[in-house]
């Protein structure tokens, strides 16, 4: 019999709330701003390129950190022969990526964080995300309706690894069948929490994972029903 959830572990980015934007246009819009050439799809490229090959650690900051985003943005415009890059470039894409208003989040999670709220279940953010999640989940919008959030770039450890979700355990005080992550990305969020040892939910709003054999659903708001479903008797 499976035991009961206590806790729900929700990802960030693309599960909470999402860029307005792509981020490569983002890039776009600020490469603009200060007069260098640089398109959408030539950014989006060079971000996944520098993003694949640069390492976890850099300048003593882990991934996402403000020490790894400034080598992330050199090395990206770099890519496109841009090696001197303005000096207020830098300075704008953090501004923006901190900014409520560069964001949006989606309508399903704020009905779905009140019925978990009055299910009296812990809940916590587990995200791959830089230092400052905590305030911008605050200028969304969504301060007080977390236990704890966790933002591996301030915990020094990430997803798909099983650090993280060992962080968020203890956080919540629960073992590990007791709790449930919910996320959109198939390996970092569903498949890693599973290999954790926690039960996961596969957030999928797009419908891009119809044969997908595990529980997955297209809104938050599915979320309570499925946790009521899962109780034990008694």
């Keep these: ?3 009961r959830v ?3 572990f929700l990802d960030a980015g693309g599960t909470l709330f999402r860029e307005r934007s792509s981020r490569a246009a983002i890039y776009a819009a600020a490469a603009r701003a200060h007069g260098l050439d640089a ?3 030539q950014l989006a490229a060079a971000m996944r390129a520098s993003h694949d090959e640069l390492p976890a650690t850099i300048g003593g900051g882990f991934r996402y950190s403000r020490p790894w985003f400034e080598r992330f943005i050199a090395d990206v415009f770099g890519r496109l022969g841009h090696r001197s890059l303005p000096p207020g470039l830098a300075p704008e894409l953090f501004e923006r990526f ?3 208003r560069t964001f949006r989040v ?3 999670v704020v ?3 009140d019925e978990l ?3 009296g279940m812990v809940v916590g953010v587990v995200s791959n995300w830089s230092e400052g999640l905590a305030r911008l989940l605050d200028r969304l919008g969504l301060q007080g309706r977390f236990a704890f959030v966790l933002a591996s770039a301030a915990e020094r450890r990430e997803k798909p690894g099983p650090a993280l979700f060992r962080s968020a355990l203890e956080r919540a005080g629960v073992a590990a069948p007791e709790s449930m992550h919910v996320g959109d990305d198939l390996d970092k969020d569903y498949k890693s929490a599973i290999d954790a040892g926690l039960g996961a939910v596969l957030l999928d709003r797009a419908q891009r994972h119809e044969g997908f054999r595990g529980e997955r659903i297209g809104s938050l708001v599915e979320l309570p029903p499925l946790l009521r479903s899962r109780r034990s008797p008694g």
């Design 1 to 3: 019999m499976a035991s």
């Design 6 to 8: 206590r806790a729900v």
């Design 39 to 41: 398109t959408e799809a």
């Design 98 to 100: 901190a900014d409520a």
């Design 106 to 108: 989606f309508d399903d």
């Design 111 to 113: 009905p779905a964080l």
């Design 117 to 119: 709220s009055r299910a």
